[in-house]
């Protein structure tokens, strides 16, 4: 299959288009055969790399297109929550937000704590093609924070990073291990950010909204501990430390101190810690604003946003924490913590952030695709001859308001349903192949 996209306004900083710049790419097969200036391939020239009858060109005009898009955090709850998400719902949900690669989570039931449970999500995700589904492991056994998870053989196995999110590793002690033993095999562990001794009960973040709405509080304290005593174990084991879901402006100073020491720490930022903050918690009680870390002040949101700009937050990842609606249709401290986010994120980031020209494209293309890959040690995608075909296409101008009906995904637990926003994916390509067409999932 030959593929010739027309009059793309291209940006990859990494490939020479740190501004959006028209280009004509040529695909053939799994990777881009040519990048030209508008006009400089001929259908017939196009013919010659493949069979004539095969040929498909389709005029990008408008459409902003760039490498593709990577989600490093991800709960597709497979195996064993299937009625929240499976690998299935959970990569086309990604085709529709615009990724084309994600990593799951390991929080499912059973945990992904071993060689074989990895092996499941990789053979399951290979068998169904389209969206690449790279998967972590545990940190932990059973992500009890008591011993560790077979590291190794799950690296063997194909994991990438390793993980106990949803949970903090409570003991200093086994963090410690953990750092030695995960330095030793050179894999990047990601931290879950959070002491139990001061979380607690908590619900929300502890300061006014809580007392306002009589909730237990989740302090910011019982965030920033923990990423304290990690960058210390990192410093002290020479592991690789990324932070998830920094959510508070304390917990990135200590990470733009540990980065200024030269320390190889780095971290991530969701969509809903920078736009939303804990004021958006109301009397009226939505669940869907529950989320682990909780939503904190608007200073904080401010100061996650400076950072990003700064570069000292390193990736835009979603978090998709899908949950059912009898879960999230119960009382706010029963509910489960999460939100879904991979069909909102880059839409978020547009309307936020790109029409607003707060950020530029080449710097979306760093945060939500060139340094998740650098981070988790996976071949690098770029617009450029000989890379692999892996490409998001976007209507910048699209303009459409969040309909749960049209979820992709299995569940509905969104807090940006009715939200009216700018840009979206209307084409996603994998390896060549589309997983996205016209805005309808392949
Ligand atoms: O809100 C969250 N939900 N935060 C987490 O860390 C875990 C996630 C989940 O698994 O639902
Ligand atoms: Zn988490």
Redesign the pocket.
Known sequence: MTLLLRNALCVDPSAGLAEPTLRDLLIEGLVIKRIEEPGLIEVDHAATFGDENDIEVIDLAGKTLLPGLFDMHV?LRDPGQEYKEDIYSGRRAAAKGGFTAILA?P?TNPVIDNGAQVSYVLDKAAKLGGTRVYTSGALTAGQKGESLSEMASMKKAGAVAFTD??KGVQDSGIMRLIMEYAASIEAPILT?SQVNDLVLEGQVNEGVVSTRLGMAGWPAAGEEIMIARDIMLAELTGAALHI??VSTAGGLQLIKAAKAKGLPVTCEVTPHHLFLDEEAIDIRYDTNLK???PLRTKADCDALLQGLLDGDIDCLVT?H?P?ADHEKSLEFELA????TGLETALSLMITRLIATETISWAQLVEVMGHTPRRILGIMPVSLAVGSQADLTIIDPQHEWQVNADKFASRSKNSPFINWQLTGKATDVLVGGAFTLKDGEIV
Request: aromatic share 6%; no cysteine; net charge negative.
């Open positions: 709960h989570m929080n999110d949803g879950h998830q879901h989320v682990n870390p978090d924490a949950h489960p913590f999460g939100m």
